[in-house]
Structure formats: C-alpha cells, structure tokens
Nanobody, 129 residues
Framework: QVQLVESGGALVQAGGSLRLSCAAS????????LGWFRQAPGNERVFVAA????????FYAESVKDRFIISRDKDKNTLYLQMNSLKAEDTAVYYC??????????????????????WGQGTQVTVSS
C-alpha cells in the first residue's frame, strides 16, 4: 500500500525548464522501479522515464531522451523529473508510478504501464508557445 503525490506542474514557456516531484508515503515503499508517465488530452497515457530504485539505472522515451532527467532521493522517498527545453508537445498531465517485479511487474517491459501497480493523482504541465 503506497501513496504517491506529484507536484511541481506549472505553466511554462517553450524552451523553459521545470522540475516535477513525486513524494511516496504509506506503510512501505519497496518498489524496485519508479516511473513517470504522461497523458495529453485525447491521448493514451504513455511512458516518459523510469529509474531502478537501488541501482539508479535509467530509461527514457525517445521523445525526451536528451531533454529530461529522472532521479530519485532514497532518503526522502522522492522521485524527480527535471524537464529542460520544454516543447508544446510536452503539455500533459504527468503521473508517477511504482513497479515491483516481485509482485508481477516484471511480466511487462519497463515502458508498459500495466507493470505499475501504484499511481499518483497527476500534476498538470502546460507549455505555451
């Protein structure tokens, strides 16, 4: 039982930067991977980035590979997404989620949202042009 709360979403100009945070709380936080997904109006929720909790191995969608940086602070149980060189196409609600291979998450590939058991409420990012 994990609770996730995203924050940091805002209205920014194209080319600007923004950092999102995802704070985890609850009885325990033992997921092996944390990820960011986003969903634009009328579109499917898609993978953005992920990071393994212990080793820090990162994964990125091609659309954000050279612009976004995912990181985590294990002492604070917090996940981050540093977004740079923002584009209008980045406008979406951003969600954080947790994946644990021991609980069946490993059946799916890292970018597959079906492998993530717990989700935050989302935070809105709007990039104006």
């Amino acid at each position: 039982q994990v609770q996730l709360v995203e924050s940091g979403g805002a209205l920014v100009q194209a080319g600007g930067s923004l950092r999102l945070s995802c704070a985890a709380s609850g009885r325990t936080f033992n997921s092996t991977t944390l990820g960011w997904f986003r969903q634009a109006p009328g579109n499917e929720r898609v993978f953005v980035a992920a990071i393994s909790w212990i080793g820090g191995t990162t994964f990125y969608a091609e659309s954000v590979k050279d612009r976004f940086i995912i990181s985590r602070d294990k002492d604070k149980n917090t996940l981050y997404l540093q977004m740079n060189s923002l584009k209008a196409e980045d406008t979406a609600v951003y969600y954080c989620a947790t994946r644990d291979a021991r609980d069946g998450g490993g059946y799916y590939r890292i970018p597959d949202l079906r492998g993530y058991a717990y989700w935050g409420q989302g935070t809105q990012v709007t990039v104006s042009s």
